[in-house]
Every structure is written in C-alpha cells, then in structure tokens.
C-alpha cells in the first residue's frame, strides 16, 4: 500500500478493509504529537520514576532507550513506544525541563527560533549560556512581560540592571530618600532605555540625575523632580546624557 510521505499513513485502497487499521494510526498519531510536551530533551535512559503518558525525547540512547536516538519515547501500559517525528519542522513541542520549545528539521532536533526557555547555543553569535535578557544595557534584548520591581527604602542608585523595571518606593520607607539615575560615564544606558519610579510613601520622593541632564516633560525645566504619594514617573533616555522623565504626582 502507498504511504502519505508527510505523516507516514497508509493510504485506504479502493475496496480495501483498512478503514479501522488507518483510524487507529490516525489516533495514534495526534495522542502522540498533539499539544506534545516532554520531560525532558536528550534523555538518555528512563529514569524509573515516570508516569503513564509521560514522554522524552531520546539523546544516546541507553538501556530502554538504546537504538532509539533522536525518538520521541512515551510509557503507554508501562511499555516505552518510539516514534520518529513525522516529517521536518512538524512538531513543535514542549520541554517542561526549561520551558523551551523544540523543532525537528531534517532530524535533528533543535530550540525553535523565538520559542523561549533555557540556555541555547547561539544568539548574534554569542555562544554558551545566553541571557536573552542581557545586562540592561541593551534594548533590543528581549525584554519583560511585565515591569519587573526593584523594591528600595533608603537612597539608591540606578544600575544597569534596573532598565526596564520600576524602582519602588515603598509605604513606610521613611522621608528624605532620593532615588538617582548614574550619569553615561558611570552607567551607558542605551539610547531609548526607560526607568520607572513609583513613591508610596507619605513622604516625597526625589528623583535626581547625577553629571547628565534630566529634562520634564512638557516643560523642559532641568534638575531634580519630586514623586508624591502614589505617583509614578518614567524617564526615557533620549541622548547619550539626557532624560526626558513624566509622569503623575510628578513636580
């Protein structure tokens, strides 16, 4: 019988009796691949502690898994099951190791462009352990889903790896603190890099630059600004030594 070169199913043959034979392969195939998550990528052997339905996908091989590299093994009636992927870059599937997702293209496997997770080989060329993050001081890294917080009570400093976060003044924290954003020569913010600063305190907050110039939006005055109570500002780097910071309860 002819076989579907994409999935590898067996074509029905006219006035064949098949029909319950293709079924089951059709089953099996998306119990299989469908929504696919695993373990783990490059498992070599089992390690006798999975459930019923849990996958992997094969490295070297060894024991239960010997012979079966590169597979995808899922326990079914405590009896592992292989399956090879059924045609390049189908499927994309889940590492719940790292959360990354995984492609097979020409048999290989790999982390999917853009598909998240742990450490991957290369990124623009830089190899090992890549931080899609980076260290702040770079815009175009990937950035956060959310604005992260960098909780402080006393006089702080901005670090490189406050772009993007919010520097937050908590209730309580106490009068007179002043948080500060470091001139270019100290910290090289990136052009276009933002900082948020959040005051929950009964006292003002003062938000100050150090050597560089912080301009107010819609004004233009320079200096130090103040944060009332449950204000929030954000300050854009515009130039290599200029803010331009607004906000609410900003002054």
Not at 29 to 37: E, I
Not at 190 to 216: K, P, R
Request: aromatic share 8%; glycine share 14%.
């Amino acid at each position: 019988m002819a076989t579907e070169p994409n999935t590898g199913l067996t074509w029905q043959e006219a006035n064949s009796l098949t029909t319950d034979a293709l079924h089951n392969q059709v089953v099996d195939l998306l119990a299989v691949w469908l929504n696919c998550s695993v373990l783990a990528v490059g498992q070599a052997a089992p390690t006798g502690s999975e459930a019923e339905g849990d996958r992997y996908i094969v490295g070297t091989g060894t024991g239960a898994f010997a012979t079966h590299d590169d597979e995808l093994a899922i326990l079914r009636g405590g009896t592992w099951q292989f399956h090879a992927p059924p045609h390049a870059g189908v499927p994309i599937i889940k590492n719940q190791d790292d959360g990354s997702d995984w492609e097979c293209v020409g048999g290989v496997w790999s982390v999917k462009a853009g598909g998240g997770g742990g450490a991957v080989s290369s990124v623009n060329g830089a190899t090992g352990a890549v931080d899609t993050f980076g260290t702040g001081l770079d815009v175009d890294a990937t950035g956060f889903r959310g604005i992260p917080q960098n909780s402080q009570s006393v006089n702080y400093t901005c670090v490189a790896a406050d772009a993007g976060k919010e520097v937050y003044h908590p209730s309580g924290a106490g009068s007179g603190d002043t948080f500060t954003i470091p001139a270019n020569a100290s910290v090289a913010y990136e052009i276009g890099t933002a900082i948020t600063f959040t005051n929950m305190d009964s006292n003002a907050l003062s938000i100050a630059i150090t050597t560089d110039t912080m301009y107010l939006a819609g004004v233009g005055t320079t200096g130090s600004r103040s944060l009332a109570q449950y204000g929030t500002a954000t300050a854009v780097k515009k130039t290599s030594t200029t803010w331009l910071i607004s906000g609410v309860g900003l002054t």
